[in-house]
């Protein structure tokens, strides 16, 4: 027990004098995140909600299923955070008797992504630098 207990103060002395906060050691996770990193998009199917809608004028539900690897509940729940911060439309219609789900980025989406990309991109560059 007590070489436990002295390994652990070595472990916390040794991590004081590189700088890194008993904070970092106790949840790693909060310092992978930025304060300023939007989490909405971060998480990997709404990310790929976004980026797809970037780079289509507009995708079907089916579609963006079909891309994304995903289930519909799945893909309704974030598409559904998405609209909710007005990052993306949805538009409901009918092709014959088929129910159609379409969804837009819209400026707000788009603005959203653009900063989020900056910002990995600067985090991207301060790692390889530093």
């Known amino acids: 027990m007590a070489k436990s207990s002295t390994a652990h103060q070595e472990r916390l ?11 970092a050691i106790r949840n ?9 990193l939007d989490r909405l ?14 780079v289509n004028r507009s995708l079907t ?10 289930t519909d509940g ?3 729940v974030h598409a ?3 609209e909710e911060a007005d990052y ?10 088929l129910p159609k789900t379409e969804y837009r980025l819209t400026a707000a989406g788009r603005r959203a992504l653009e900063h989020y990309l900056n910002h990995m991109e600067a985090l991207i560059r301060a790692t390889r630098e530093g």
């Open 74 to 76: 799945n893909l309704s």
């Open 28 to 36: 790693p996770a909060r310092e992978t995140a930025p304060a300023d």
């Open 41 to 54: 998009i971060h998480e990997r199917i709404r990310l790929g909600i976004v980026s797809a809608l970037a």
């Open 61 to 70: 539900f089916n579609e963006l299923k079909a891309l994304l690897k995903t």
């Open 88 to 97: 993306i439309v949805c538009t409901k219609s009918f092709d014959g008797r």
């Open 80 to 82: 559904r955070k998405l």
């Open 13 to 23: 002395q040794r991590s004081r004098e590189r700088g890194t906060s008993l904070e």
